[in-house]
């Protein structure tokens, strides 16, 4: 199974990015899919849930702002990021999550940069 994370960049403050996620397999196959993101020294956090069968979830500092949407016929998972700021600035991550909240380490991808700064 390989993720290919994509969309990242640099942004200001308040501006807006979509950030891309391509799986090798059928994305129907996961009991969830998952967002997550690493700022410099810090530990990968997660950011947002989208289940298989299409409730969300969000980390409390990104709710109302993010949208975690998928695209199943294409085997992609999206994150809609608006109103950014700097401290969304990490590396961002997909991974599937399973039924225990939990991920798998050797799905990990590449991860996308993302820039929030003036």
């Known amino acids: 199974v390989q993720f290919v994370d994509s969309g990242g960049g640099l942004v200001q403050p308040g501006g807006s990015l979509r950030l891309s996620c391509a799986a090798s397999?059928?994305?129907?196959?996961?009991?969830?899919m998952g967002w997550f993101r690493q700022a410099p020294g810090k530990q990968r956090e997660w950011v947002a849930t989208?289940?298989?069968?299409?409730?969300?979830n969000y980390a409390d500092s990104v709710k109302g702002r993010f949208t975690i949407s998928r695209d199943n016929a294409r085997n992609k998972v999206y994150l809609q990021m608006n109103s950014l700021k700097p401290e969304d600035t990490a590396v961002y991550y997909c991974?599937?999550?399973?039924?225990?909240?939990?991920?798998?380490?050797?799905?990990w991808g590449q991860g996308t940069q993302v820039n929030v700064s003036s």
């Open positions: 991974n599937s999550i399973d039924s225990r909240g939990s991920t798998k380490p050797n799905f």
């Open positions: 397999v059928s994305i129907s196959s996961f009991y969830a």
């Open positions: 989208i289940l298989k069968g299409g409730n969300k």
